[in-house]
């Protein structure tokens, strides 16, 4: 399963390599430096250019509604000042709109009452003053004209009436009827709403009134004298509406401000909530890199972690400010989910120094962590970085915006994290390699040493904490983490029982078809009312005029560009045609409601033919009868025909349409949808447009946007994680998971009331770097595991990674907790997805992923056989070649050297180095923060070290062992940290994949005996012939595993570990029989004779096994060559000792043989004992 593509693993492992070192060694640079880039970049926030305006950020920038409405402008500006017409506006403008309904409850409108506290609400609008620039001005002075007359609410004119109108003398008639009065023509439907009706349209009740208020916006100065004018609407309008200032109305207010304000709002409600949300994640940091050892807690760490995020981000807005990027409001929820990555990566770097033995100098520790931390903490900023990168290229700025600063944040939260906080970790690193507290600095003793001084509780609670230098490996002072253990002996079991993993598919199964649901029930668009906080006045305002004003909500134009020849009848039967294809559709009201001056002047035409005694079949008649007879300038028709420079030809003209009972934003949808395809269809070059069609474009983009973005990054996201884990079947998990959780992500987002809008598409893109990180880590180690067993590898990758994953979900959800808080739908929204796809990667991590590789990864015939016992056996050389390992001769590795080729001149998994400073010493995958897995040891590795240190000391008291020592020394050394190198080294294959192999050498030489056994059986003659041999040929030798002949004078049967043990204690002067009693032995020699010797011989031997064997569990031991020991078994002992005597005299390095740990231990010598090396001996 594994690739070759291995030269960016193998690049960013050795560059962090280098770059660990050297932080180590110059730590005070990489905190100051980052500092002050920080502080830097921070003088950019000079430059910000704050943006709020919503068109501009929630419209698609190319959409359709603005090149409608560059054709309208085009031909039909509008004039404020002079010929304002409020059906036939392009833009919002100026404006100030108020719903009023009854207190009482009352759905009839129509009342004295009622009309007199109008009266007195349109008094107090027209009256209040507002200064701009030093002019003080009333609505009158600044108001839209047409033909020099204010526009006025002329409903209020009902009042002169209201009398007839009470007693039933007077009926109004819908939709349109003269004042008799005042001879204004009411239009009922612009005024009023939820109009009850009787058959012949006539009113019964009103259940509320509408009053608009529009301003002149011709020029810049116009514009902001009506933005002022605005504030100062709201702020009387509120003023009364909250004061009680009326009893019989209740009055909901808006203008073309308030969804500015409101995203201002939004901005400056999540503000405060910053300085508890980082008190917060710096609580749960510290809490959570601490652990029972006073010394290796990392409390600051975690808050320097923190600090390092807020940092960054701060640099990153900085730096994005000086490149003259706009800012959004929205752009405050980017530094809660920065916080969130800083903390992962935290864990992660953490989780790699942890794993590093204490007995390294610091800056090895730093570059073995920094090493290993490369692939997991750079995969995840990259893929974040490449989800955000995705989301600049979409049509809406404010994702744009949104992306481009977090773009910049999560590469400066990467680039801070290994130079700023790698530096504090350093720091942290020279504290504890001094055994000093970790929170009081002060010098404190190894728990070992506290117990054994007897300190008091208090002490051994808080204080002690550490290693002693002189007992490093003492199990007291090396406790694994009991959350570690709770996930790999608790939860693994529960999820390897065949039983849950029923439970677990069809919970899961359970979950696709809910998503799938909410799928098909999602909304798409952004409703106006979700820019406004919940308490906004504007919520009111939008809630009214969706119950009582969706009948008749818009008002439609349809341009007619292009010069054409209006007199001719095709012409003509062409606009009619499309004029009733529109009428005719379930979005328009009837033609009763339609406004086109081509059908009403040819009617008119038609009318008064006699009377006018003119003609109309040529153009030049026609445009002169039309600007005679009908585009006068009190007409508004006259706003609809557009001629060229003189006049002589029409070269655009436009008629109005109404929408009706339009209910919600995907009828919205529908309709510009359609309307534009009737348009599209007609033969002539027309369109349609209204100025919330720009913002409705948004409905016909996001949902392709979206799914486009979600399979783009799906697919990257399955090719960056086979690039850091090439592993086919690896990537195919990933982009599994990465579907299935957006799928779950969109399915119940539409369920918990998100809709599907520029705002949850920000969230959409994000999710998709957020859902690789649980789960392409939990893949990568369940796949590089060598366990045979489905239920062993769902054990180590859960005691690798179910607390990094819990600690990473449960910190990314606490830094966005102060979203929820802040009562905005936008914010919100992000609150909510954000929260989905962590908690549906945290379950596929820690669930779903573990069960289906179980099912369907490596060693799954032995689930579905029911074979699988759970035993921690690795796979042997037959299932590696199965599992497509690259190399041929299991038995030969090359080993890692710390000499003088460094670390990286041995190849590791996918070329990455080896690491020298223990065996199972992996990079586990994304957030492995094992407190101390890799510095614990067994009991019975603790005693065979004990017992070595105290044959060591015995020598050290002789004074004829000095040789010996120097010699042994010299061994161990060696063996420790060289590599295997000789005549055969060129046999030796490099070990792809050395992750968790935990061999030792009596493993491998029952291996070899497995092996020569297989050998000696292709070789063996018949059973006749054997005899005869044995018949002919004197006894043979007895040999060992390796070849060697055994002294069958000296060799019991038990047990050999036991039986020198047992010679060791039972020999005279060996004092009591406790454990420790060899350490009374008498120097070599002092008794003389055969008998000292050999007892001597036997304690060098019984040390030389025991301390072989403990060094494999920092180094693996493979056989040596096979060939070479195959070859020893035709040599006599005699041949055998002179051979290696020649050996040693001529040159003992160049001919040495290969030798494993428990070499030559049978023979009883009375030689000096002999000098160990991992390539090489000498007798």
């Known amino acids: 399963m594994t690739c070759g593509i291995s030269c960016v693993d193998k690049t960013l492992n050795k560059s962090f390599y280098h770059l660990g070192i050297c932080i180590a060694k110059h730590p005070g640079y990489f905190v100051i430096i980052p500092v002050l880039l920080t502080l830097l970049c921070m003088t950019g926030y000079q430059q910000l250019k704050y943006q709020i305006d919503p068109e501009y950020l929630f419209s698609p920038i190319n959409g359709e509604g603005k090149a409608e409405r560059a054709i309208v402008e085009q031909y039909f500006k509008v ?9 036939r506006i392009t833009r919002p403008g100026r404006f100030g709109r108020v719903i009023v309904i009854a207190k009482d409850g009352d759905t009839n409108m129509i009342r004295r009452e009622i009309f007199q506290e109008l009266r007195q609400l349109d008094n107090i609008i027209q009256n209040a003053t507002v200064t701009y620039d030093g002019d003080t001005y009333t609505y009158k002075d600044n108001c839209a004209r047409w033909e020099n007359e204010c526009f006025e609410n002329d409903i209020l004119n009902l009042d002169a009436i209201m009398d007839d109108i009470e007693t039933g003398q007077l009926n109004l008639t819908f939709p349109f009827m003269f004042n008799p009065v005042t001879w204004d023509a009411h239009l009922f439907p612009v005024f009023f709403g939820g109009t009850q009706l009787t058959e012949d349209n006539l009113i019964i009740s009103v259940p509320a009134i509408q009053l608009v208020y529009f301003v002149t916006a011709d020029n810049k100065r116009q514009d ?53 949300t980082f008190l917060l994640m710096g609580l749960f940091s510290v809490i959570t890199c601490m652990m029972g050892d006073a010394v290796r807690s990392k409390p600051w760490l975690g808050l320097m972690g923190n600090i390092s995020a807020i940092m960054a981000t701060l640099a990153a807005f900085g730096l994005a400010m000086y490149c003259g990027i706009e800012f959004i409001g929205i752009n405050l929820a980017a530094p809660f989910l920065m916080i969130g990555i800083g903390i992962d990566d935290t864990f992660v770097m953490l989780a790699g120094w942890r794993r590093t033995p204490a007995k390294m100098p610091v800056h090895e520790r730093m570059a073995h962590m920094m090493s290993e931390a490369a692939v997991s903490i750079t995969i995840t900023s990259v893929t974040d970085f490449v989800s955000f990168l995705i989301g600049i290229i979409s049509p809406f700025r404010s994702v744009k915006i949104f992306c481009t600063y977090s773009v910049f944040a999560v590469c400066f939260t990467f680039i801070w ?55 490093p490996d003492n199990p007291v002072d090396n406790k694994d983490h009991m959350f570690m253990a ?133 153009e030049e008649s026609f445009i002169e009868a039309v600007k005679e007879h009908w585009l006068f300038p009190g007409n508004p028709f006259s706003l609809d025909v557009r001629f060229n420079d003189d006049e002589t030809q029409i070269i655009a003209s436009r008629f109005l349409i109404q929408a009706v009972n339009i209910t919600d934003t995907n009828h919205e949808k529908e309709m510009v949808r359609d309307l534009r395809k009737i348009c599209k269809d007609s033969p002539l070059n027309a369109s349609i447009f209204h100025p919330y069609f720009v913002f409705f474009d948004q409905f016909e983009l996001v949902r392709p946007v ?125 609150f909510k997805m954000v929260f989905l796809v962590i908690f549906f990667g945290a379950m596929h991590g820690l669930f779903l992923l573990p069960v289906l590789l179980s099912l369907f990864g490596p060693g799954s015939w032995l689930t579905w056989t029911g074979r699988d ?85 015995t020598e050290e008291e002789t004074p004829k062992s000095g040789h010996q020592r120097r010699n042994y020394d010299e061994g ?153 020991r195959r070859a020893r078994r035709t040599q006599s002992p005699a041949q055998h000792q002179h051979k290696n005597r020649h050996s040693e005299t001529a040159n003992a390095a160049a001919f040495a043989y290969r030798s494993s740990s428990h070499h030559n231990l049978y023979q009883r010598s009375k030689q000096p004992a002999t000098t160990y090396q991992y390539g090489d001996y000498y007798h």
């Open 869 to 953: 016992d759970g035993s921690d056996a690795e796979v042997d050389d037959e299932d590696e070649t199965k599992l497509e390992k690259p190399f041929t001769q299991s038995y030969y590795m090359q080993y890692p050297t710390m000499g003088i080729n460094g670390p990286y001149s041995s190849k590791g998994f996918l070329g990455a180095p080896y690491k020298a400073y223990g065996v199972d010493e992996k990079d586990l995958g994304l957030g492995t923060s094992g407190e101390d897995s890799s510095e614990s040891s067994s009991s019975r590795s603790q005693r065979r070290q004990q017992m070595a240190n105290a044959a060591i000391a």
């Open 972 to 1124: 161990w050394r060696r063996s420790s940290y060289q590599n295997i190198y000789g005549k055969g080294g060129a046999q030796f294959q490099a070990q792809p994949d050395l992750y968790g192999q935990q061999v030792s050498a009596a493993e491998w030489r029952e291996r070899l005996d497995v092996h020569e056994q297989q050998q000696r059986s292709r070789q063996r003659r018949s059973v006749y012939d054997q005899d005869m041999q044995q018949q002919q040929q004197p006894p043979r030798n007895r040999r060992n595993s390796h070849g060697d002949i055994i002294d069958m004078n000296g060799t019991p049967n038990s047990s050999i570990d036991e039986r020198l043990r047992h010679q060791f204690l039972s020999s005279p002067g060996s004092g009591d029989e406790s454990s420790n009693s060899y350490r009374h032995q008498p120097p070599l020699g002092a008794t003389g004779g055969a008998g000292a010797g050999g007892l001597n011989s036997s304690v060098k031997r019984y040390h030389r096994r025991r301390s072989s064997e403990d060094s494999t569990r920092h180094h693996q031991r493979w056989p040596a060559n096979i060939e070479e």
């Open 706 to 830: 979206s799914l486009q973005a979600m399979v783009i990054g799906a697919v990257i996201m399955m090719i960056i994680s086979f690039i850091f884990i090439p592993n086919i079947l690896c990537s195919l998990w990933v982009a599994f998971s990465v579907i299935s959780i957006e799928m779950g992500v969109a399915g119940y987002m539409a369920l918990w009331d998100v809709n599907l809008d520029s705002i949850s598409m920000i969230n959409l893109i994000m999710c998709i770097g957020f859902s690789v990180d649980f789960t392409a880590h939990i893949c990568y180690c369940y796949m590089s595991s060598k366990k045979r067993s489905p239920k062993a590898r769902v054990r180590e990758a859960l005691h690798s990674l179910g607390l990094p994953i819990v600690q990473g979900s449960s910190s990314t959800i606490l830094g966005i907790i102060a979203l929820l808080l802040a009562q905005s739908y936008i914010f919100l929204v992000f």
């Open 79 to 87: 004039n404020y000042t002079h010929r304002f017409n409020v059906g």
């Open 417 to 471: 994290h290994i130079t700023f906080f790698a530096a504090c970790m350093a720091i942290s690193g020279y504290r504890e390699r001094k055994n000093l507290h970790a929170i009081f600095g002060c010098k404190v003793q190894p728990m070992s040493v506290a117990i054994k001084e007897k300190r008091n509780f208090l002490y051994k609670a808080i204080m002690a904490g550490g290693i002693d230098r002189n007992d």
């Open 486 to 618: 709770f996930f790999k002996d608790k939860l693994a079991a529960v999820i390897n029982n065949k039983w849950c993993k029923v439970i677990i598919i069809l919970a899961f199964a359970s979950y696709l078809v809910g998503a799938c649901y909410g799928i098909t029930q999602i909304k798409e668009g952004l409703e106006r009312r979700k820019l406004s906080r919940e308490d906004s006045y504007s919520v009111e305002f939008f809630d009214r005029e969706d119950d009582y004003y969706r009948e008749f909500p818009y008002r439609m134009q349809v341009i007619i560009a292009g010069a054409l020849n209006y007199s001719d009848p095709v012409v003509q039967e062409q606009v009619e045609n499309l004029t009733s294809t529109l009428e005719h559709t379930s979005y328009v009201t009837s033609r009763r409601y339609t406004e086109s001056w081509l059908r009403s002047f040819l009617s008119f035409m038609e009318r008064n033919n006699d009377y006018l005694n003119t003609t109309i079949d040529d």
């Open 224 to 276: 902001a004298k009506g933005a002022e004018w605005e504030e100062t609407f709201l702020k009387v309008v509120g003023n009364a509406e909250n004061t009680g200032k009326f009893k019989h109305i209740s009055v909901s207010y808006f203008a073309s401000r308030t969804l500015d304000h409101e995203l201002e709002k939004n901005t400056k409600t999540v503000v405060p909530y910053f300085s508890s």
